[in-house]
């Protein structure tokens, strides 16, 4: 009789194009990939893998087979989420966050998840956006809070907020309450997002003038490091004023006036289509919601997620 394990299993090896793929992603042993292939193909009567190489590809039933397995396994993944308890949701969920999100709303997150799905754990990687991005298609995560969506064909998106960007300094700099130029931060290092990220070239852009003192950038993949370096009083932080408003109560970091203009922050939750989504959509919902009630400064957030709500709606969310 046909189980849904043999025929999880055999999804995840054509997706993956490997029985070793299928056993990590499984948390199982390549031999028991194998027997259940096997008494899949036993129980079917029909070759459904191609071995010869290194990938394991469909045969021409095999990927008749594909269209039916993923169909069963979504419907199995749409029921438990429609009829079962929120305490039938279970497994891990490999999480990629832009330290940005860190600094600001992901603690809430987290205890959202805890309480609505209580035996669905976390596994959470900070990283910058093109890693994030490269993990996701490699399948190394299932879900990615980053900087914009990767633009291949199968990826899912929802907007989650925006965070403007400000020029932040120490008042040690002696910046004053007036308008501060170009010029005059110029004088100091710059310090901002790590190079290969958007933020980092438009900061690039905006000091890297003819008409400026040589640009000075301080590059960091850390934000921990960026907020210590403006704190200490070591250069301009070009961050988003959300995540450092602690240290700007207690005085620690001031934030400019300043004509300079610099594009928000956009950041997205971005996941790869699959048959088993409901995790993935409900945690990317959950974090939607955190974000907009967040109690940051960027009042464009809701209007940004309503405005994008219309191309969100019907997209499914779990492939862990």
């Known amino acids: 009789m046909l189980d849904f394990r043999s025929i999880e299993t055999f999804l995840w090896v054509v997706k993956l194009g490997s029985f070793r793929g299928a056993a990590q992603r499984l948390n199982t042993t390549q031999p028991a990939i194998s027997q259940r292939i096997a ?47 929120r305490s039938a949701m279970r497994g891990v969920l490999r999480l990629g966050v832009a330290e940005t999100i860190v600094h600001d709303w992901l603690p809430r997150l987290i ?70 130029t170009a010029e005059q931060m110029a004088r100091f290092p710059i310090i901002t997002f790590p190079r290969n990220t958007q933020p980092y070239d438009n900061v690039r852009s905006l000091f890297n003038r003819p008409h400026l003192p040589p640009m000075r950038l301080h590059a960091s993949a850390s934000l921990a490091t960026v907020i210590h370096m403006a704190v200490e009083g070591l250069g301009v932080a070009v961050i988003p004023a959300a995540i450092v408003a602690h240290e700007i109560e207690r005085g620690r970091l001031q934030e400019l006036k300043t004509d300079l203009r610099i594009p928000p922050l956009t950041f997205t939750a971005s996941w790869l289509s699959s048959p088993e989504m409901v995790a993935i959509e409900r945690v990317a919902e959950l974090a939607a919601r955190t974000a907009q009630t967040a109690s940051h400064p960027s009042a464009s957030v809701d209007a940004a997620v309503a405005a994008r709500d219309g191309q969100d709606a019907g997209v499914q969310g779990f492939q862990a």
């Open 39 to 85: 008494q899949l193909e036993r129980e079917l009567g029909v070759k459904l893998l191609n071995r010869d190489h290194r990938v394991a590809s469909p045969t021409a039933v095999g990927r008749q087979m594909l269209v039916y397995a993923e169909k069963l396994i979504g419907l199995r993944a749409e029921m438990m989420a429609e009829v079962g308890d």
């Open 111 to 180: 205890k959202s998840v805890n309480e609505s799905y209580p035996n669905l754990s976390l596994e959470i990687e900070v990283d910058v956006t093109p890693n994030l991005h490269a993990r996701l298609l490699a399948q190394e995560i299932e879900l990615a809070f980053a900087l914009g969506a990767p633009s291949e064909s199968g990826i899912r998106s929802r907007v989650l907020c925006d965070y403007p960007i400000s020029f932040l300094a120490s008042p040690a700099l002696g910046f004053g309450t007036g308008v501060v």
